[in-house]
């Protein structure tokens, strides 16, 4: 095992890196853990937070080289490559900015002479995905960096060159060696990791499968952990819907990132037969324009899919949805070029023995469905296993609310297929996982609480 940067335009391995061996893994552990309690977490919050906030300029000067590293490794369309790096830049300075504010103790109303104090509580482990290979690192670095923990991080093998990089950003901001440290480390090191005592938390973004491992893990060692484990995120098309403003905000949605984000829409629901055969005819006709190809092309909507095993994946999942009796209405091959290209794909007439009924396809796929009521739209968003985003699209925005609130959802959107910002907070519910990252929810994940008490 190593970690490999593959351009997926190409196919061209481009750089590799060995593992770190135990020793260094676990001297790196021992670095962090004595900077965390010997220095780093007795600074004042303004001291780590204006480091933090310096990596946020130098991330804005260096945009351009930052943005290669994505289309690089994991083949983000360059356009929405500057949208990663300018939100990354935003998220490092929403915490330099209020973290302070944040961390500062808190009076107990009713309760004189009692107070809470905000204290961090060490070494944190992330354990982080390939799709958004800065931002993902960023909803856990910045927040906790400020807090005064410091943070262990093994990204995905694919992107060693953008986590090497963004370990960069701290360096040259001046944070101490051990703040912030990547990791070149395999499953059995992360394993060893968690069960060390001076590890205090672990957040993982991934799958199920990688989830209740380290869930189980953590819970083993009677660690913290936050999980975010993707998502069938469903939209609810209700009868009131302008249908071409969901349409647009569907094709968006689905294909944003080349379809790769846990996010992203992966499911339509239409209330009303006639409604849902006209927006088929209307996605099928715009899935039809969309540009696939090189992600430096300011032409190109979808890209490369990030490697072939994820192209392989997907491909799996449509010849055995069609088995299983759905339809293809339009793309599900792979596209006649070099690379881990995947046409844009909508498959409709899913039923509940369906597997795709239940999976979540992380690509260009889009499961349609049509529904006869708005109670059925509701059921049908809610019954698979996952409970990460949905979307509701109506004019009417209060009842667009009453419906939200019947969602099994971390997260609702009404009219719009996402809106990222640093102060809104991230995560799940069900089998997405549990925990919050952004926000002032974020910062707080991994925190003591101390209560102090002076008697009257």
């Known amino acids: 095992m190593s970690f490999r940067s593959i351009n997926p335009a190409t196919g061209e391995v481009v750089k590799e890196y060995q593992l770190q061996s135990d020793a260094e893994v676990f001297a790196a552990l021992e670095k962090a853990d004595r900077l965390y309690r010997e220095d780093w977490k007795f600074r004042p919050v303004a001291d780590r937070a204006r480091i933090v906030g310096r990596a946020a300029q130098i991330l804005r000067d260096k ?17 929405f490559g500057y949208f990663e790096v300018d939100l990354v830049a935003d998220i ?67 992107v060693p060159q953008s986590a090497l990089a963004f370990a960069r950003l701290f360096e040259e901001a001046g944070a101490p060696e051990g703040a912030y440290t990547n990791l070149f480390c395999s499953i059995e090191q992360i394993a060893a990791l968690v069960d060390d005592f001076r590890v205090r938390g672990v957040t993982l973004t991934g799958s199920e499968r990688a989830g209740t491992a380290v869930g189980e893990r953590a819970g083993r060692n009677l660690k913290k952990a936050v999980l975010e484990l993707g ?27 080349s379809g790769q984000g846990c996010v992203n829409i992966k499911r339509v629901i239409v209330v009303g037969r006639d409604r849902g055969q006209e927006m088929l005819a209307a996605l099928k006709e715009r899935f039809a324009e969309i540009k696939v190809g090189d992600p430096k092309d300011p032409d190109t909507l979808v890209g490369p ?152």
Request: net charge negative; proline share 5%; hydrophobic share 40%.
């Open 305 to 456: 899919l990030s490697s072939e095993r994820a192209l392989d994946v997907l491909l799996g999942q449509i010849a055995e949805t069609k088995a299983g009796g759905a339809r293809i209405v339009h793309g599900g091959h792979r596209v006649d070029r070099p690379g881990f290209y995947l046409e844009p794909t909508i498959i409709t007439d899913i039923d509940e023995t369906n597997p795709l009924y239940q999976e979540e396809a992380f690509g260009p796929v889009l499961s349609f469905y049509v529904v006869d009521s708005e109670q059925e739209a509701i059921r049908l968003a809610n019954a698979t296993r996952f409970g990460l985003g949905s979307y509701v699209f109506d004019a009417d925005v209060e009842h667009a609310q009453e419906v939200a609130a019947r969602l099994e959802a971390g997260m609702v959107y009404i009219n719009s297929c996402f809106v990222d910002s640093p102060s809104l907070p991230f995560g799940g519910v069900k089998n997405s996982g549990f925990g919050r990252e952004l926000s002032e929810l974020g910062i707080g994940e991994f925190l003591n609480r101390k209560l102090v008490r002076v008697a009257q």
């Open 231 to 257: 998502g069938s995120d469903p939209a609810l098309i209700l009868p009131g819907a302008p249908l071409d403003h969901a349409v647009e905000q569907v094709v968006m949605g689905r294909t944003y990132n």
């Open 63 to 79: 945009r351009d080289e930052y943005v290669e590293y994505l289309t690089l490794e994991m083949g983000k369309v360059t356009r």
């Open 92 to 158: 490092l300075d929403y915490y330099a900015e209020q973290g302070e504010e944040f961390l500062a103790e808190q009076q107990l109303p009713g309760e004189p002479g009692a107070k809470l104090v905000t204290e961090p509580i060490g070494v944190i482990l992330a354990i982080e995905p390939w799709n958004f290979p800065y931002y993902q690192l960023a909803r856990v670095a910045a927040s906790q960096l400020v807090a005064g923990n410091v943070v262990l991080l093994k990204h995905a093998e694919s």
